[in-house]
């Protein structure tokens, strides 16, 4: 089976660009988890998804970050402008509704010069 | 301030040494789940311990659950360059999954 599914894989960018990151879930899972990982900060939660609508973005550093999950296999974050600060891996996960294990992608390895 | 505190922070240890990795915390959880990161790669699940003073083994790697809840340890025996990774702890809190900060071990041949 697929596992969760991200594209770009790396994404090198100029600061002030418009940067869009995609995530496809596993099959049959409900619940999608965008993070982004750094080494000051760790692997932080942005938002999650159940059933595609949105349930907690408090992790959604500022208005310049959006995610949407238009239907169950497909998901984007978008970063509008980008900053070098947004420079991190951005790893998609998820997981059914319910079970806590959660399956997290390969990740998308972004730099913003 | 981290919720789950993971010590050490780096190791790096010749192949065929034990060691040990704490996750620490001041909360009580349900459950605490271990995951291990290799380079280029997401985080994948290891473990989950539900109950207090659990004891889980994977092969070489055992895992504990405190009494109270509230910590967890990691202990690798014989370590191998192939246990070489970040190793996190990360537990739900109002919902949401959260990691430590990781452990980053090095197994040298």
């Known amino acids: 089976d697929a596992g969760v599914i991200q594209s770009p894989r790396h994404e090198v960018t100029e600061m002030g660009q418009e940067v869009t990151l995609r995530c496809k879930p596993i099959?049959?899972?409900?619940?999608l988890f965008w993070y982004r990982q750094t080494m000051m900060r760790g692997l932080e939660l942005l938002i999650y998804?159940?059933?595609?609508?949105?349930?907690?973005d408090s992790g959604m550093p500022e208005d310049r970050f959006s995610a949407k999950m238009p239907n169950a296999s497909f998901s984007t974050l978008k970063i509008q402008p980008s900053e070098p600060r947004d420079s991190a891996v951005y790893f998609c996960?998820?997981?059914?509704?319910?079970?806590?294990?959660?399956?997290f992608g390969p990740g998308t390895r972004l730099l913003v010069l | 301030t981290q919720l789950l505190e993971q010590s050490p922070q780096f190791l790096s240890i010749q192949e065929g040494e034990n060691l040990t990795v704490y996750c620490n915390s001041s909360?009580?959880?349900?459950?605490l789940q271990w995951y291990r990161q290799e380079p280029g790669e997401g985080p994948v699940l290891l473990v989950t311990?539900?109950?207090?003073?659990e004891v889980k083994k994977l092969k070489r790697l055992t895992f504990q659950f405190g009494d109270a809840r509230k910590d967890s340890s990691l202990h690798i025996t014989a370590a191998q360059p192939g246990d070489t990774g970040l190793y996190l702890c990360?537990?739900?809190?109002?919902?949401?999954?959260?990691f430590g900060q990781g452990t980053t071990l090095q197994v040298k041949p």
């Open positions: 909360s009580v959880f349900s459950s």
């Open positions: 311990v539900v109950t207090g003073g």
């Open positions: 996960a998820s997981r059914t509704s319910g079970r806590e294990t959660q399956y």
């Open positions: 099959s049959g899972h409900n619940s």
């Open positions: 998804f159940n059933n595609n609508v949105p349930i907690d």
């Open positions: 990360a537990a739900y809190n109002t919902g949401k999954l959260i």
